[in-house]
């Protein structure tokens, strides 16, 4: 089993910039075989929706609504990814959610708020 945990969501003025954190968790045997971590985000009255994801050797996927705003980073154990967001706007406010793949099993974070004001 792995747990996700994120950090970092908030209240951001549009054009201001946030970095959201999640940490996986488990057994060392779970931990060493996620594969691609990434992050979705879910706005009220929509679908949950891919925002980044990253694989374990480092190639990314964006977004179309965020390439070149959002950055998407891994730390050198694999076990942690990060979301640095720039220049948001009122459109990226929506619960951004930690996702990881093990073995062909998906497994998400709780969720955290981020909320962009105009």
């Known amino acids: 089993q792995v747990q996700l945990v994120e950090s970092g969501g908030g209240l951001v003025q549009a054009g201001g910039s946030l970095r959201l954190s999640c940490a996986a968790s488990g057994s060392i045997f779970s931990i060493a075989s996620i594969g691609a971590m990434g992050w979705y985000r879910q706005a009220p009255g929509k679908q949950r929706e891919l925002v980044a994801e990253i694989t374990s050797s480092g190639i990314t996927n964006y977004a179309d609504s965020v390439k070149g705003r959002f950055t998407i980073s891994r730390d050198n154990a694999k076990t942690s990814v990060y979301l640095q967001m720039s220049n948001l706007n009122p459109e990226d406010t929506a619960v951004y959610y930690c996702?990881?793949?093990?073995?062909?099993?998906?497994?998400w974070g709780q969720g955290t708020q981020v909320t962009v004001s105009s």
């Open positions: 996702h990881a793949i093990r073995r062909g099993y998906d497994y």
